[in-house]
C-alpha cells in the first residue's frame, strides 16, 4: 500500500463489487465492502449466469480465481434458435458437437455459473469480515475535500476517502454523481422454470435445444434457457405496463391466475410454445425491465465512482450484465493499483467504461427493441445470434 491509497469502501456485494473487492485484496489495498443483504444466504441468488472469456472470465482472471472457477462452472449451452409464434424454426445455430473429453469450461468462449455459487466464490476469495452484512447505505454526505461520510440505515456513520457505488439498479450513490434515473422499458419479463425437464418435461427439453431458444411475434416473446442440472428458464416477454397483473386483478403468487392471465395474453400461440407457460413447475416471478439513459455519463467526481449496473443499467439482452459488472470492478481496482494517484485512477477507469457501456447498453436496448417490436421476429432474424441472457 503507497501513502496514497485510499481509505475505501464498496457499497453493494454484487458479482461487481465483490470481484472489485477481491482484486484490491490481491493487490494489498484494503477495503470494505457493505451489503444490505444480511448474509450470504439471506436471499435467494436464482438462476445461473453466462460468462464470456472478454468480460466475466477475464475478470475472474485478473480475480486469480480461474482454477475456482472452472471447478464449479460448466460449458454454456451454444445452441441458439429462433422460432415464430407457430413454432416454425426460422433460425437454427448448433456449433460442431464439443470433442471428447468435453473442452473446460470457458474454452468455448462462454461457460455457465449459478448465481450463488459465483457469490459463494468470490466471498470466500475475500479475507474475513471484508463484508460488512445487513449495511444499507441510506445517503453520503460530502465533505469537501474529495472524503464522504457515508451514513447507514442503522444510523452509524463512517468516512472514506473513496467510495464504489455497486449496489445495483436502485443505487443510492448515483444521485451523487447524475440525475439519472432507471427508467421502465415498456418491457416485462414473467419468469418461471422447469426442473429436471429432460425427464419431466421432454417436449419442452425438445422445444428449447440443448442452449437457449426464443419464440417472438408481434411485440411478444417466449424466451427460454437450459440452466444447470436439469432446469430450464423460461421469460414470458411482453410489452404494456408494469402493472399488468394488477390491471388484469391477479396477484403474482397465484400461480393459476397469473397462468391464465399469461396464456390469454399469448392466445393463438402454437400449442407446443404455450406448454411453456402451462407445465412450468412453481410460480411466476414478475420482472420489470429497467434502463438507466444511454450513454449514462457523469462529471467525474472526486472521491466517488459507479460499477456494474449502478452505471449502465441495462435490459437483459444480447450483453452478460454481470460479467459487465465484474469486468469494472476488475479494471477499476487495476487502476487503483496500478496509479500512484487514485483519482488519476478513477479517471482513467471512468473514461474507458463509458464508450463500453455506452456500445453495449446501446445493442441491448436494440436486441430488445428487435425481439418485442410489432413486426417480431423480423429484426431478430438480423441478428439471430444475440439474445436474452
Ligand atoms: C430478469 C433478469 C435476468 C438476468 N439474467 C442475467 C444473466 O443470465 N446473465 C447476466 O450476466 N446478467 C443477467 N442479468 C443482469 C445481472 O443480474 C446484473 O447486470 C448484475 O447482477 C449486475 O451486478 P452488480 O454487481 O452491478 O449489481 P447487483 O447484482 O444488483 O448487486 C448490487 C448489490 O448491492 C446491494 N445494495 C443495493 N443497494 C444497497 C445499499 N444502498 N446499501 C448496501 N447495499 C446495497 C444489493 O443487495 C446487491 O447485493 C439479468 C437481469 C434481469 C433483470
Same mark, same amino acid.
Given at each position: 500500500?503507497?501513502?496514497?491509497?485510499?481509505?475505501?469502501?464498496?457499497?453493494?456485494?454484487?458479482?461487481?463489487?465483490?470481484?472489485?473487492?477481491?482484486?484490491?485484496?490481491?493487490?494489498?489495498?484494503?477495503?470494505?465492502?457493505?451489503?444490505?443483504?444480511?448474509?450470504?444466504?439471506?436471499?435467494?441468488?436464482?438462476?445461473?449466469?453466462?460468462?464470456?472469456?472478454?468480460?466475466?472470465?477475464?475478470?475472474?482472471?485478473?480475480?486469480?480465481?480461474?482454477?475456482?472457477?472452472?471447478?464449479?462452472?460448466?460449458?454454456?449451452?451454444?445452441?441458439?434458435?429462433?422460432?415464430?409464434?407457430?413454432?416454425?424454426?426460422?433460425?437454427?445455430?448448433?456449433?460442431?458437437?464439443?470433442?471428447?473429453?468435453?473442452?473446460?469450461?470457458?474454452?468455448?468462449?462462454?461457460?455457465?455459473?449459478?448465481?450463488?455459487?459465483?457469490?459463494?466464490?468470490?466471498?470466500?476469495?475475500?479475507?474475513?469480515?471484508?463484508?460488512?452484512?445487513?449495511?444499507?447505505?441510506?445517503?453520503?454526505?460530502?465533505?469537501?475535500?474529495?472524503?464522504?461520510?457515508?451514513?447507514?440505515?442503522?444510523?452509524?456513520?463512517?468516512?472514506?476517502?473513496?467510495?464504489?457505488?455497486?449496489?445495483?439498479?436502485?443505487?443510492?450513490? @448515483? =444521485?451523487?454523481?447524475?440525475?439519472?434515473? %432507471? &427508467?421502465?422499458?415498456?418491457? /416485462?419479463?414473467?419468469?418461471?422454470?422447469?426442473? $429436471? #425437464?429432460?425427464?419431466?418435461?421432454?417436449?419442452?427439453?425438445?422445444?428449447?435445444?440443448?442452449?437457449?431458444?426464443?419464440?417472438?411475434?408481434?411485440?411478444?416473446?417466449?424466451?427460454?434457457?437450459?440452466?444447470?442440472?436439469?432446469?430450464?428458464?423460461?421469460?414470458?416477454?411482453?410489452?404494456?405496463?408494469?402493472?399488468?397483473?394488477?390491471?388484469?386483478?391477479?396477484?403474482?403468487?397465484?400461480?393459476?391466475?397469473?397462468?391464465?392471465?399469461?396464456?390469454?395474453?399469448?392466445?393463438?400461440?402454437?400449442?407446443?410454445?404455450?406448454?411453456?407457460?402451462?407445465?412450468?413447475?412453481?410460480?411466476?416471478?414478475? @420482472? =420489470?425491465?429497467?434502463?438507466?439513459?444511454? %450513454? &449514462?455519463?457523469?462529471?467525474? /467526481?472526486?472521491?466517488?465512482?459507479?460499477?456494474? $449496473? #449502478?452505471?449502465?443499467?441495462?435490459?437483459?439482452?444480447?450483453?452478460?450484465?454481470?460479467?459487465?459488472?465484474?469486468?469494472?470492478?476488475?479494471?477499476?481496482?487495476?487502476?487503483?493499483?496500478?496509479?500512484?494517484?487514485?483519482?488519476?485512477?478513477?479517471?482513467?477507469?471512468?473514461?474507458?467504461?463509458?464508450?463500453?457501456?455506452?456500445?453495449?447498453?446501446?445493442?441491448?436496448?436494440?436486441?430488445?427493441?428487435?425481439?418485442?417490436?410489432?413486426?417480431?421476429?423480423?429484426?431478430?432474424?438480423?441478428?439471430?445470434?444475440?439474445?436474452?441472457?
Amino acid at each position: 500500500m503507497t501513502p496514497a491509497t485510499p481509505r475505501i469502501a464498496i457499497i453493494g456485494a454484487g458479482p461487481g463489487g465483490l470481484t472489485c473487492a477481491r482484486v484490491l485484496q490481491r493487490n494489498d489495498v484494503p477495503v470494505t465492502v457493505f451489503e444490505h443483504d444480511a448474509s450470504a444466504g439471506a436471499r435467494p441468488q436464482r438462476g445461473a449466469l453466462e460468462l464470456h472469456l472478454t468480460t466475466g472470465q477475464a475478470a475472474l482472471r485478473a480475480a486469480g480465481l480461474q482454477k475456482e472457477f472452472a471447478a464449479v462452472a460448466r460449458p454454456a449451452g451454444q445452441e441458439v434458435r429462433l422460432l415464430d409464434h407457430t413454432a416454425t424454426v426460422l433460425f437454427q445455430h448448433a456449433p460442431t458437437p464439443a470433442p471428447t473429453p468435453a473442452p473446460a469450461p470457458g474454452a468455448a468462449g462462454r461457460a455457465e455459473i449459478d448465481r450463488g455459487e459465483l457469490r459463494r466464490l468470490l466471498l470466500d476469495s475475500l479475507t474475513p469480515e471484508t463484508v460488512r452484512w445487513g449495511s444499507y447505505l441510506r445517503t453520503l454526505h460530502p465533505l469537501g475535500d474529495g472524503r464522504h461520510r457515508a451514513e447507514f440505515d442503522d444510523g452509524h456513520t463512517e468516512t472514506y476517502e473513496l467510495v464504489i457505488g455497486a449496489d445495483g439498479s436502485w443505487s443510492r450513490v @448515483r =444521485p451523487m454523481l447524475s440525475d439519472a434515473t %432507471p &427508467h421502465y422499458t415498456g418491457v /416485462t419479463f414473467v419468469e418461471s422454470g422447469f426442473e $429436471d #425437464a429432460d425427464t419431466r418435461h421432454p417436449e419442452v427439453a425438445r422445444l428449447v435445444g440443448a442452449g437457449s431458444m426464443r419464440a417472438e411475434s408481434a411485440g411478444k416473446a417466449l424466451i427460454a434457457r437450459r440452466c444447470s442440472r436439469g432446469r430450464i428458464r423460461l421469460y414470458a416477454a411482453f410489452r404494456g405496463s408494469q402493472d399488468w397483473a394488477l390491471e388484469a386483478g391477479v396477484r403474482i403468487t397465484d400461480t393459476e391466475a397469473v397462468r391464465a392471465v399469461l396464456l390469454d395474453r399469448f392466445a393463438g400461440w402454437d400449442e407446443r410454445l404455450l406448454a411453456l407457460l402451462r407445465d412450468n413447475d412453481g410460480g411466476f416471478a414478475n @420482472r =420489470p425491465l429497467f434502463a438507466l439513459p444511454v %450513454p &449514462h455519463t457523469w462529471t467525474h /467526481t472526486p472521491g466517488l465512482t459507479l460499477l456494474g $449496473d #449502478a452505471a449502465h443499467l441495462m435490459p437483459p439482452f444480447a450483453r452478460p450484465g454481470a460479467g459487465l459488472a465484474m469486468l469494472d470492478g476488475a479494471e477499476l481496482a487495476r487502476n487503483l493499483t496500478g496509479h500512484r494517484d487514485p483519482d488519476e485512477a478513477v479517471s482513467a477507469y471512468e473514461a474507458a467504461l463509458r464508450p463500453r457501456a455506452a456500445e453495449a447498453a446501446e445493442h441491448a436496448a436494440r436486441g430488445l427493441a428487435e425481439a418485442l417490436a410489432p413486426d417480431a421476429p423480423r429484426g431478430s432474424l438480423r441478428h439471430p445470434r444475440d439474445r436474452p441472457r
